[in-house]
């Protein structure tokens, strides 16, 4: 007797990160029973069908056939995207300009962010604009730390800087 062959294919062969749903199509010629590995089991009719299936990974199916004239298998696979990379962390900078002041005298206080969406500062200042860069004048009346937190998809960062009162000299 004659040995059974077998074709067997996906449709789609590639799914989204996640997964989903694809369809595995079949036909076989001499053969009298038809099984899918991976929790399809056996399948009818044995001569062609399809059968829809639901996978989350990338998966490889395996169909073995047999009849009279003995067994043979085939194999369809169907793949699944991976995750996308996460989004990239916020990073920040803060400097004041001068460091050392008069008390009753102003710094300006700079800022650069990446991968930012908002941007505040500390003592009263709060959410500045332009986000990716910019400045303000401060005028404290003792020495403060000005703390900035960059905020994005990626998460937050923090960034600092000191601006000291300086006594003048006599």
């Known amino acids: 007797p004659p040995v059974p062959t077998c074709s067997l294919s996906a449709s789609p062969t590639s799914l989204p990160y996640g997964g989903g749903s694809s369809t595995l199509s079949w036909t076989t010629a001499a053969a009298t029973a038809a099984t899918i590995d991976n929790a399809v089991g056996n399948v009818s009719p044995v001569e062609s069908g399809s059968q829809a299936v639901s996978i989350t990974t990338t998966t490889n199916y395996t169909m073995t056939v047999s009849g009279p004239g003995g067994q043979t298998t ?11 990379p ?10 004041a300009l001068p460091t050392d002041i008069a008390s009753g005298g102003s710094a300006t206080l700079a800022w650069t962010t ?4 908002t941007f505040s500062i500390d003592h009263g200042i709060s959410s500045v604009t332009p986000v990716a860069s910019g400045s303000t004048s401060v005028s404290p009346t003792s020495t403060t730390t000005y703390t900035g937190v960059a905020t994005g998809a990626g998460g937050s960062v923090t960034c600092a800087a000191i601006v000291t009162i300086v006594a003048l000299p006599p």
């Open 74 to 84: 085939c194999m369809a696979g169907i793949s699944v995207e991976p995750p996308p």
């Open 86 to 95: 996460p989004p990239p962390v916020p990073t920040c900078t803060l400097s």
């Open 114 to 117: 990446t991968n930012a969406e």
